[in-house]
Structures are given as C-alpha cells and as structure tokens.
C-alpha cells in the first residue's frame, strides 16, 4: 500500500543534517523538489520562502532566509548523495 504524501507540508526552522535519510525528509520529499525546481528557474529566495516554506521573509527575513538556505542546501545533498540511501533503502526492504 502506497503511503500518503503530503504535497505542501509545513517545515521546521532547519531541516535536518547528517547522512542518515530522517522521517522529516521522507515527509519534505516534495518540498525538496520545489526547492530545487526554484533553484533552478532563478526565482527569488524569499518568493520562495513564501510559498513553499511558508515563512514571511518580511517579518522575520533572518529567520527565514536561514529556514530556506538550511532546506535547499538538504535538497541538494539528497540530489547528489542522499538519494542513494533512499534507494538502498527501498532494495532492503525489497520494493
């Protein structure tokens, strides 16, 4: 059975750090992606922050600016490392 994702989850302050793939990552996979996808159209970090986070960049730009930078600097290790674990993962547990 397929589990349910959320498409557009709240977030932490920071998102987690380390080599290990965490539940709050499972939960963000879509979050990550949009980040990325962000990333790579040149939209503007607090546009960004905004809508997909969910933060005011206005209100609290530091905070926010760090929220953004903590989730995007994850997608990216996920997309060049981390998404190895994932599928080691997935093959343990033979899906």
Do not use: F
């Not at 498409?7 to 932490?12: A, F, M, N, Q, T």
């Not at 530091?62 to 990216?76: K, N, V």
């Amino acid at each position: 059975m397929r589990e349910h994702v959320e498409l557009d989850p709240d977030v932490d302050d920071d998102a987690p750090t380390g080599n290990d793939i965490t539940p709050y990552d499972e939960q963000h996979y879509i979050t990550y992606l949009r980040l990325l996808d962000a990333k790579a159209e040149g939209a503007d970090w607090n546009e960004v922050a905004r809508i997909v986070l969910h933060r005011d960049p206005v209100a609290e730009k530091e905070r926010t600016y760090r929220c953004w930078q903590s989730h995007l600097e994850r997608a990216q290790w996920l997309s060049r490392e981390g998404y190895r674990k994932i599928l080691e993962k997935a093959v343990a547990e033979g899906r």
